[in-house]
């Protein structure tokens, strides 16, 4: 005659280890979440905006070597935008103050003026100074080489 195990009752519920687990995938979704919510700070937002700035010119003069024409970038001061053919319309943090450094022939009206690059690399040249309250950016065209710098401080 076949006998018959008796099977142990288990208790429902969860290990200690499964519940670790879960624990710590709660905690690190919550520690996401809430840099996500977070706005950057003002700092970050100027780096950004100085960054795409000078990518903006940079591939603005680029294009300007490559199509072997005049390629401009305006910054409009008032509503803190920069537009260039290449890149569009980039905007800079509102809570910054912009100051723009450039040839008489570039100032566009009071509110705005600009860069232009020229086939053989070269540019007008000059200067824009970016504050916020928690940092400093400046940007530097070189009229004879064209060449963007970039500084954050």
Not at 18 to 23: A, D, G, K, R, S
Request: hydrophobic fraction near 35%; charge should be positive.
């Amino acid at each position: 005659m076949p006998q018959l195990h008796r099977k142990r009752g288990r208790r429902a519920g969860f290990t200690l280890m499964e519940t670790l687990v879960v624990m710590g995938l709660i905690a690190l979704l919550a520690g996401m979440g809430s840099q996500l919510v977070r706005s950057p700070s003002s700092r970050l937002r100027l780096e950004s905006a100085t960054r795409g700035l000078c990518g903006t010119l940079r591939a603005t003069r680029a294009r300007a070597i490559g199509t072997n024409s005049e390629t401009a970038v305006v910054i409009d001061l008032e509503r803190k935008s920069y537009t260039s053919p290449v890149g569009g319309e980039g905007l800079l943090p509102e809570e910054t103050t912009i100051k723009l450094e450039i040839a008489n022939s570039q100032q566009l009206s009071g509110n705005r003026g600009g860069f232009t690059f020229f086939p053989d690399g070269s540019s007008t040249g000059g200067d824009i100074t970016i504050e916020a309250p928690n940092g400093r950016a400046t940007i530097g065209v070189n009229w004879l080489t064209g060449e963007i710098r970039c500084a954050l401080g």
